[in-house]
């Protein structure tokens, strides 16, 4: 049961470290929490494909003068207590309920900003997915996890360096000669 | 809009009225995708009178590249093009048991595991080597890279994932050899390849004596769509052709 307890403490842990983090108006260590909950999502998808993106959210929000707001800021930090709460609780379903509920409360902060934040989230999915298939997982299965779409996601992976950095399996002279045995054959005179 | 945008009925009645040609190709729409947002599907289209087989694609595809992205205002306009091809005949709709689909699920989300299985592929990679397993194709077309490595190189892919994630993956030695066994007879060539072939058979004459440099463009135009292709492999195609 070593998987349960290192779920639940780091769950705890991400949680509590992303309510510091924002408190501290630390943009950096938000995204470094964004990128411990990545690798965690093969403990439990959801959940910490959930934190991941709110980490990333609130990264984003701390750099936008319009969002700094005493009463937004003062909900999210309530509602980051009570996800911190449910985690050392290990209710994990009130953790997740309770960081979809921030992103809710960001998104209808302000109704002008509301296409905006969507925008946000929407590009915190594709990074997120992106970067799992830049970690191994497939493409087709970072969709499922995140709800991104594939055409960004290709996008925003073909933008960066992944496949130079491994993938390389038969040269490329040597692929295109398997690819030619697809055509016809050239009619001999 | 839903499964019901293609009416899928007169593709079905084709796709089992005569066997594939083992030469013929299955379609991701990872390669479908790069190609028709960097404008180069009609390299693709050049290509269906060039080759022994046929293109063929899967009810997923056709949801990953047409119906669902047609929803969205941004993705339209590619799905719009992609449709248009298979309403003119492009592609084949390849079928596939659910048997072999399931297996191949079974088998490549159970074949590494740390203290659980690791779960590493889904629906449209499944269904796309089950099409190419039950119809006897031997190429598929895909630029995803992670379904390519573990057809190729799956030792290098259990690496690289042990190295990201900072975990030990155990392998399950019958599913391993049950996969490779499978897929044995499988190869995977990405658009890149098809921008190639294209280029052989005179697709980038057009541009005149700027040909090569267009030909390149193109390539880098592809990788940077989601195509996995180094750039060493780019200045390496672009000397072959």
């Known amino acids: 049961m070593a998987s349960e307890i290192d779920k639940n403490s780091e769950m705890v842990e991400c949680i509590t470290q992303i309510k510091i983090a924002f408190k501290d108006y630390d943009i950096k260590r938000l995204r470094e929490i964004n990128n411990k909950c990545e690798k965690n999502v093969l403990l439990d998808e959801k959940l910490f494909f959930t934190l991941a993106l709110l980490s990333y959210t609130l990264s984003k929000i701390l750099v936008k003068a319009r969002f700094r707001n005493a009463s937004l800021y003062q909900k999210i930090e309530i509602n980051l207590s009570q996800a911190i709460q449910f985690a050392k609780s290990k209710d994990e379903i009130a953790l997740i309920k309770s960081a979809w509920k921030i992103l809710d409360i960001i998104t209808n902060f302000d109704e002008k900003d509301k296409r905006y934040i969507i925008g946000i989230i929407e590009k915190g999915r594709t990074k997120i997915a992106a970067s799992l298939y830049a970690q191994g997982l497939s493409l087709s299965r970072t969709i499922s996890i995140t709800g991104a779409q594939k055409q960004e996601v290709l996008n925003y992976s073909g933008k960066t360096v992944m496949s130079d950095r491994v993938g390389r399996t038969i040269g490329a002279k040597d692929r295109f000669n398997i690819a030619k045995k697809i055509l016809k054959e050239k009619s001999k005179r | ?241």
């Open chain 2, 1 to 241: 809009m839903g499964r019901e945008d293609i009416d899928r009925s007169e593709y079905f009645e084709q796709a089992n009225e005569r066997q594939l040609n083992p030469n013929s190709v299955v379609c991701d729409s990872s390669s479908l995708i790069s190609l028709t947002d960097t404008g180069l599907l009609g390299a693709l289209m050049m290509l269906r009178k060039e080759i022994k087989g046929e293109f063929i694609i899967t009810e997923g595809v056709i949801d990953e590249s047409i119906n669902t992205p047609i929803k969205k205002p941004e993705y339209a306009f590619s799905a719009i093009r992609i449709k248009r091809a298979l309403k003119s005949g492009a592609f084949r709709i390849g079928k596939y048991e659910k048997g072999t689909y399931d297996e191949i699920l079974r088998i490549t989300n159970n074949m590494f595991y740390t203290d659980r299985p690791f779960h590493l592929v889904n629906h449209g990679e499944a269904e796309m080597l089950a099409a190419a397993i039950d119809n006897g194709v031997g190429f598929v077309l895909m630029d995803e890279r992670t379904t390519r490595m573990l057809i190729e190189s799956p030792l290098e892919l259990k690496r690289h994932i042990e190295n990201e994630f900072r975990v030990r993956i155990n392998i399950n030695d019958a599913l391993f050899r049950r996969f490779r066994e499978m897929t044995s007879g499988i190869s995977v060539i990405r658009s890149s390849e098809i921008l190639a072939l294209a280029k052989s058979k005179g697709y980038f004459r057009k541009f005149g004596d700027i040909e090569n440099d267009a030909y390149k463009a193109a390539l880098y135009a592809l990788k940077f769509n989601g195509c996995s292709i180094s750039f060493e492999e780019i200045e390496e195609l672009s000397r072959v052709v």
